[in-house]
């Protein structure tokens, strides 16, 4: 499964709906640190393909989503499970980091 690009319209419905656990990637184009975990959201994606989803939103363009959940510094990375954040990585970390995130939730 490819990853996702979720925006303030489509939010509800892919992140929040979803019936299986959810990673929103919450980047812009001009960060580099997010261009870094870009490629390991991926990966994910290929990896955990049916037991979780792998979403980005672009922070400049979704300000809804961006304000609602309280994002202040990029790459935020937040773990949703059952419509609710679970948990959360802030910074570029290596992938491991995510994929030990990952399989508490699925």
């Avoid at 992140?15 to 870009?38: H, Q, Y």
């Avoid at 809804?64 to 935020?76: A, E, L, M, Q, V």
């Amino acid at each position: 499964m490819a990853v996702i690009h979720v925006t303030d319209a489509n939010f509800e419905e892919e992140v929040l709906k979803s019936n299986i656990p959810v990673v929103v990637d919450l980047w812009a184009e001009w960060c580099g640190p997010c261009r870094m975990i870009g490629p390991i959201i991926e990966e994910l994606s290929v990896e955990f393909n049916g037991k979780a989803k792998m979403t980005k939103l672009d922070v400049d363009s979704n300000p809804n989503i961006t304000s609602k959940y309280g994002i202040r510094n990029i790459p935020t990375v937040l773990f949703f499970k059952g419509g609710e954040v679970v948990d959360k990585q802030v910074g570029a970390v290596p992938k491991l980091v995510f994929v030990k995130k990952l399989e508490v939730l699925v």
